[in-house]
């Protein structure tokens, strides 16, 4: 398993020039497309969301009176609760509106022709087995509270089943990515 620190995060502008994003952790392998990219986005005013076409892209409210998404033809998307996770393509139009004041946004986006993924929120007051499939990696970023090896904003990376060992609870982000099959 692997410990990253707020230190190793990489602060860099968004895609479409609108605002700035803390990426955490990016999965490049060999090419221009990433596999997989985790972010914390802090969002000052409404605007567009950027593209990424072939991408499925899941997002939760970490802070802030939420926004909604105005995804056009497929809808809206009410980001008002906090640690409640949403998808939506990558392919789509998506414009933000924010509810009442800045927020900040945890991100998981993943190339949907190379991976399949899912986020979830899980609160933890007692050691566990925290399962990561084969050929899979387990994204793990402490929200609230701490880990006898993970302080808060830290996040750990495994590609095998990990035990996690709070201090008291502690709420954790747990972004699942599992590779497709390469089609030869």
Not at 32 to 59: K, L, N, Q
Not at 157 to 164: L, N
């Amino acid at each position: 398993m692997r410990r990253l620190v707020p230190a190793d995060y990489r602060r860099m502008p968004w895609r479409n020039g609108g605002g700035t994003t803390t990426e955490i952790l990016v999965a490049l392998e060999g090419s221009e497309r990433f596999v997989h990219r985790v972010s914390i986005a802090d969002v000052a005013s409404d605007g567009p969301f950027s593209r990424f076409e072939g991408y499925d892209r899941h997002i939760m409210l970490l802070s802030g009176n939420g926004m909604t998404l105005d995804c056009g033809a497929h809808g809206l998307i009410d980001l008002r609760t906090p640690l409640e996770p949403c998808s939506f393509s990558g392919d789509w139009d998506v414009e933000g509106r924010l509810v009442a004041g800045p927020v900040r946004d945890f991100n998981l986006i993943v190339d949907r022709a190379r991976a399949s993924s899912s986020l979830e929120v899980r609160t933890f007051d007692a050691r566990e087995l925290v399962a990561c499939a084969p050929g899979g990696a387990c994204i793990m970023h402490v929200i609230e509270g701490a880990l006898q090896d993970a302080a808060p904003g830290d996040t750990l990376v495994a590609d095998a089943p990990c035990w996690i060992a709070p201090r008291g609870a502690v709420r954790m982000a747990i972004a699942r990515v599992m590779r497709l099959p390469s089609r030869s």
